[in-house]
């Protein structure tokens, strides 16, 4: 059987095939179409299919990595959204939570609520902090609702009582009606997210509303389209906790696919790491558009929230950081005169000045070629050739603004681009007690490995792990993902003696419910694994800390205090012996294995030979000449010193002096410092 992976990217649209009776795998790109990410798929499924002499009939699985909801969310080009919630909570968006970024910033501002103040209809209702209805909710009031709802006209309607969480009677019933009525997507947000927390409960609520439209549509075209194609084949899309499902059963969880793109390179990076019994890694995933982070201690991590665009996301995320960084980022200078790379990108169209599709600032990309470390007639394996004059021009705008020569500033561009992702890296090591030099650093997307030396440099990093196919890493992060279904349920709880009972059903709940979603989608009962896990906190306190309850305990309550305050102690240095502990949410995560991918690699037996020598400038500001390598050629356990480059079809390696690397026969390139 036939995997395909597809990833789609702001410039490309990665393709990986792997065969699981024999393990190999081949991998293509072609040029997104952001207006219509689904053209860009079926144009490169059927090219792969094509090159390889693959039929049909033997796909059996393809996997999606979108980024159709982050696009949405980023761009405002959501649905028309109404918002009803319990009459006096109209404002509970634009109230919001009173943390800032920046706690000096005079004029800071707020993303603009989603929904706005005329689309937000209070509802006579009301249950108090128990679940029991002190307002209750009634027929008239229900028609009262729909008809006010009819004449604004909406695309999607989100639901968000107070204590829904509790008891979600109330929200179902209006959430049944108003589909009869009206059919067009509405959700509640005891489905969408049974927490407490009125207003992150109302806003994921609300994105759910808002990218809902959007994303089942897009799923239900390309699946008609795959079907038609491939009518053997299955369609399952990343969600943003690092586990598939199958687009059909998307309905009401579009709100799970809002990072979907960023998810897979992380998975995809951390298995090549995990394979070679790496701990510690730092992804970096640097494409087109944007750069990706993420620090893995053990395991990928999963948080369960995030943000979009300053848009509170209450939903499990793979803990990835994004910055404007990819090859098409765009060079500029201010009203000082001071030189800034990003986040703006040139994207796919036009692309940066020497794609030669119309684009005259100077990007990354044309820096690099600048530099050397780019070959103009082996870009995408010779099937976009680059123009080194347009690029050479867009710089030289950039240099006389500068007062700089066109190599200064090329190699400016660089340094700031690196040093942008050595801060982001920063945070979400350095932020949280971890020292990046004892991580390995694995960099891939099609520009990641070309700047990953500069990068480790600057972090005192040693060794760097550069995957097989560096370009089309994030598409094989979809390939080798698991189904998953992540569920939560808020149960607040402090008096002992109601904790075993309360917890234990919560658990009991979820976890059935997750095993039944899984069995759903396919999954063999005996392939599922289930995680649980309870956050806990001090009473008094705002925020939790999750903890994990093992298969084997005496006492529930016993066991999960002292896990708690073990934590406590370790996060915060003390434990408050004797004081109330709350049991907060209660938390299942269910996987299932269902694509053991066993990888085999054609490694040349014979080391390869330089097809060439190039200049290139190094960060002394001195030229020098690189050989250069084609990375089929390279065999196993060839050893090449810096300054060299590796090409391939998907990305460019440029190792730098006083490093080495070293090709293996699992496909991974290892870099590492001469003094190492």
Same mark, same amino acid.
């Given at each position: 059987?036939?995997?395909?992976?597809?990833?789609?990217?702001?410039?490309?649209?990665?393709?990986?095939?792997?065969?699981?009776?024999?393990?190999?795998?081949?991998?293509?790109?072609?040029?997104?179409?952001?207006?219509?990410?689904?053209?860009?798929?079926?144009?490169?499924?059927?090219?792969?299919?094509?090159?390889?002499?693959?039929?049909?009939?033997?796909?059996?699985?393809?996997?999606?990595?979108?980024?159709?909801?982050?696009?949405?969310?980023?761009?405002?080009?959501?649905?028309?959204?109404?918002?009803?919630?319990?009459?006096?909570?109209?404002?509970?968006?634009?109230?919001?939570?009173?943390?800032?970024?920046?706690?000096?910033?005079?004029?800071?501002?707020?993303?603009?609520?989603?929904?706005?103040?005329?689309?937000?209809?209070?509802?006579?209702?009301?249950?108090?902090?128990?679940?029991?209805?002190?307002?209750?909710?009634?027929?008239?009031?229900?028609?009262?609702?729909?008809?006010?709802?009819?004449?604004?006209?909406?695309?999607?309607?989100?639901?968000?009582?107070?204590?829904?969480?509790?008891?979600?009677?109330?929200?179902?019933?209006?959430?049944?009606?108003?589909?009869?009525?009206?059919?067009?997507?509405?959700?509640?947000?005891?489905?969408?997210?049974?927490?407490?927390?009125?207003?992150?409960?109302?806003?994921?609520?609300?994105?759910?509303?808002?990218?809902?439209?959007?994303?089942?549509?897009?799923?239900?075209?390309?699946?008609?389209?795959?079907?038609?194609?491939?009518?053997?084949?299955?369609?399952?899309?990343?969600?943003?906790?690092?586990?598939?499902?199958?687009?059909?059963?998307?309905? !009401?969880?579009?709100?799970?696919? #809002?990072?979907? $793109?960023? @998810?897979?390179?992380?998975? +995809? *990076?951390? =298995?090549?790491?995990?394979?070679?019994?790496?701990?510690?890694?730092?992804?970096?995933?640097?494409?087109?558009?944007?750069?990706?982070?993420?620090?893995?201690?053990?395991?990928?991590?999963?948080?369960?929230?995030?943000?979009?665009?300053?848009?509170?996301?209450?939903?499990?995320?793979?803990?990835?950081?994004?910055?404007?960084?990819?090859?098409?980022?765009?060079?500029?200078?201010?009203?000082?005169?001071?030189?800034?790379? !990003?986040?703006?990108?040139?994207? #796919?169209?036009? $692309?940066? @000045?020497?794609?030669?599709? +119309? *684009?005259? =600032?100077?990007?990354?990309?044309?820096?690099?070629?600048?530099?050397?470390?780019?070959?103009?007639?082996?870009?995408?394996?010779?099937?976009?050739?680059?123009?080194?004059?347009?690029?050479?021009?867009?710089?030289?705008?950039?240099?006389?603004?500068?007062?700089?020569?066109?190599?200064?500033?090329?190699?400016?561009?660089?340094?700031?681009?690196?040093?942008?992702?050595?801060?982001?890296?920063?945070?979400?090591?350095?932020?949280?007690?971890?020292?990046?030099?004892?991580?390995?650093?694995?960099?891939?997307?099609?520009? +990641?490995?070309?700047?990953?030396?500069?990068?480790?440099?600057?972090?005192?990093?040693?060794?760097?792990?550069?995957?097989?196919?560096?370009?089309?890493?994030?598409?094989?992060?979809?390939?080798?993902?698991?189904?998953?279904?992540?569920?939560?349920?808020?149960?607040?709880?402090?008096?002992?003696?109601?904790?075993?009972?309360?917890?234990?059903?919560?658990?009991?709940?979820?976890?059935?419910?997750?095993?039944?979603?899984?069995?759903?989608?396919?999954?063999?009962?005996?392939?599922?694994?289930?995680?649980?896990?309870?956050?806990?906190?001090?009473?008094?306190?705002?925020?939790?800390?999750?903890?994990?309850?093992?298969?084997?305990?005496?006492?529930?309550?016993?066991?999960?205090?002292?896990?708690?305050?073990?934590?406590?102690?370790?996060?915060?240095?003390?434990?408050?012996?004797?004081?109330?502990?709350?049991?907060?949410?209660?938390?299942?995560?269910?996987?299932?294995?269902?694509?053991?991918?066993?990888?085999?690699?054609?490694?040349?037996?014979?080391?390869?030979?330089?097809?060439?020598?190039?200049?290139?400038?190094?960060?002394?500001?001195?030229?020098?000449?690189?050989?250069?390598?084609?990375?089929?050629?390279?065999?196993?356990?060839?050893?090449?010193?810096?300054?060299?480059?590796?090409?391939?079809?998907?990305?460019?390696?440029?190792?730098?002096?006083?490093?080495?690397?070293?090709?293996?026969?699992?496909?991974?390139?290892?870099?590492?410092?001469?003094?190492?």
């Amino acid at each position: 059987m036939k995997i395909i992976g597809v990833d789609v990217g702001g410039t490309f649209t990665d393709i990986i095939m792997t065969d699981t009776t024999i393990g190999q795998q081949v991998v293509h790109k072609v040029p997104s179409t952001p207006d219509s990410q689904d053209a860009a798929v079926a144009k490169g499924i059927n090219e792969i299919l094509e090159q390889n002499r693959v039929n049909a009939n033997e796909v059996g699985l393809i996997v999606h990595g979108t980024t159709v909801a982050t696009n949405a969310m980023l761009q405002r080009k959501g649905a028309h959204v109404i918002l009803l919630t319990t009459a006096g909570l109209e404002d509970i968006l634009e109230i919001g939570r009173q943390n800032r970024q920046d706690i000096y910033d005079l004029q800071a501002k707020r993303p603009e609520p989603l929904v706005t103040q005329g689309d937000r209809l209070g509802v006579r209702e009301r249950l108090d902090e128990n679940g029991s209805a002190i307002i209750p909710l009634l027929e008239e009031e229900i028609e009262r609702i729909i008809a006010a709802s009819a004449e604004r006209q909406p695309d999607a309607v989100a639901i968000s009582f107070v204590f829904s969480f509790r008891n979600p009677n109330h929200e179902q019933m209006l959430l049944k009606r108003i589909r009869e009525a009206t059919g067009i997507y509405a959700v509640a947000s005891s489905d969408v997210l049974p927490e407490f927390r009125e207003f992150e409960r109302t806003s994921t609520t609300v994105l759910e509303a808002y990218i809902g439209p959007l994303v089942l549509g897009y799923l239900e075209r390309l699946d008609r389209t795959l079907q038609s194609l491939y009518p053997n084949t299955r369609l399952t899309v990343m969600q943003s906790n690092g586990g598939t499902m199958l687009c059909s059963r998307a309905n !009401g969880r579009a709100v799970g696919l #809002a990072i979907s $793109g960023l @998810a897979g390179g992380v998975i +995809g *990076g951390w =298995d090549i790491a995990s394979r070679r019994g790496v701990t510690r890694g730092i992804t970096l995933d640097m494409g087109g558009t944007s750069c990706d982070i993420s620090a893995v201690v053990d395991r990928v991590i999963v948080r369960p929230d995030n943000e979009v665009s300053g848009l509170p996301l209450r939903t499990p995320s793979v803990d990835v950081k994004t910055i404007g960084a990819g090859g098409g980022s765009i060079a500029w200078t201010d009203s000082a005169g001071i030189l800034h790379v !990003g986040p703006q990108s040139a994207g #796919a169209e036009p $692309g940066p @000045a020497a794609y030669a599709k +119309g *684009g005259t =600032d100077a990007t990354i990309t044309d820096a690099n070629l600048l530099l050397g470390r780019l070959n103009p007639d082996y870009f995408l394996g010779g099937r976009l050739p680059l123009k080194k004059e347009l690029a050479d021009t867009a710089v030289s705008n950039l240099a006389e603004v500068l007062n700089l020569t066109p190599e200064e500033t090329a190699l400016g561009i660089i340094r700031i681009s690196t040093w942008n992702m050595v801060q982001a890296i920063r945070e979400v090591t350095v932020e949280r007690g971890w020292d990046p030099r004892g991580f390995i650093l694995l960099p891939f997307g099609g520009a +990641g490995p070309t700047q990953a030396t500069d990068i480790a440099e600057a972090l005192g990093i040693d060794t760097i792990l550069v995957p097989p196919h560096p370009g089309i890493t994030s598409a094989y992060g979809l390939v080798c993902a698991d189904l998953r279904v992540d569920l939560m349920k808020s149960i607040l709880v402090t008096r002992e003696e109601n904790v075993t009972d309360t917890l234990s059903e919560a658990l009991r709940e979820l976890t059935n419910t997750a095993r039944a979603r899984l069995r759903e989608q396919g999954a063999d009962q005996e392939s599922i694994q289930v995680e649980r896990m309870v956050d806990m906190r001090y009473r008094g306190q705002s925020h939790e800390i999750e903890v994990s309850i093992p298969e084997d305990f005496d006492s529930i309550v016993a066991t999960t205090r002292e896990l708690f305050e073990k934590a406590h102690e370790r996060f915060f240095g003390y434990r408050l012996s004797g004081q109330t502990i709350e049991w907060v949410t209660v938390r299942v995560v269910a996987r299932s294995t269902t694509n053991e991918i066993s990888t085999k690699y054609r490694i040349q037996e014979e080391f390869g030979t330089p097809v060439g020598n190039r200049r290139v400038l190094l960060e002394d500001d001195t030229w020098a000449t690189a050989s250069i390598y084609r990375r089929d050629d390279l065999g196993q356990g060839q050893t090449l010193k810096g300054p060299s480059v590796v090409e391939q079809v998907d990305s460019t390696v440029y190792i730098a002096p006083e490093w080495n690397a070293e090709q293996h026969g699992d496909g991974v390139l290892e870099m590492r410092r001469d003094s190492n």
